[in-house]
C-alpha cells in the first residue's frame, strides 16, 4: 500500500549492489531498502536472522517472501518471532524440504496454502512457491 514499506536481503554482493541502484534510480530510498546479508537461523558477519533484525522495528510485517536456493527452511526458522507477532502471509520456494517447511507452517498456525496463481493446493504435491495464510486470501 501507500504506507507500505520493503525490505529486502541480498547475499550476492554483485545482485544487491544491482539492487541498491534501482532502488536508488528509481526514486525508492524512502520505501525500499536492501542489505547484503545472507537470510538464515545463525547469526554471523554474513548470515543475519529475521527476528534479530525485526526485533526492535515496530512496524507490522505484512508479506515475507524467502526464496534462498535451499536454505528456506533455516530462513522460517529465524523468523519464528516475528511470525507470531505479526502473522503475515509467506510466500516460501519449496524446493528443498518442503514436508518441513508445511510442517513449520501449520505449527505456527498457516492454515491456508496456496500456489503462485492463488489455487488452493493438494498437499500431496507442493508447487515450487507456496503460499501461506493464516486465513482465506478472499478476506484479506
Do not use: W
Amino acid at each position: 500500500g501507500e504506507q507500505g514499506y520493503v525490505y529486502s536481503f541480498e547475499s550476492d554482493s554483485n545482485i544487491s549492489a544491482i539492487l541498491t541502484k534501482n532502488i536508488e534510480s528509481n526514486n525508492l530510498n524512502q520505501r525500499c531498502s536492501t542489505q547484503n546479508y545472507f537470510i538464515s537461523n545463525i547469526s554471523n558477519d554474513t548470515m543475519k536472522i529475521i527476528d534479530d533484525i525485526f526485533n526492535q522495528n515496530n512496524n507490522k510485517i505484512k508479506l515475507i517472501k524467502i526464496d534462498t536456493d535451499g536454505s528456506d527452511y533455516n530462513c522460517l526458522l529465524g523468523a519464528e518471532k516475528l511470525i507470531h507477532r505479526d502473522m503475515p502471509i509467506i510466500i516460501i520456494e519449496m524446493s528443498e524440504n518442503a514436508h518441513k517447511i508445511y510442517r513449520k507452517l501449520c505449527s505456527l498456525g498457516y492454515k491456508y496454502y496456496y500456489d503462485q496463481y492463488y489455487n488452493s493446493i493438494n498437499l500431496e504435491e507442493f508447487p515450487i512457491n507456496l503460499i501461506a495464510s493464516f486465513q482465506p486470501l478472499t478476506t484479506l
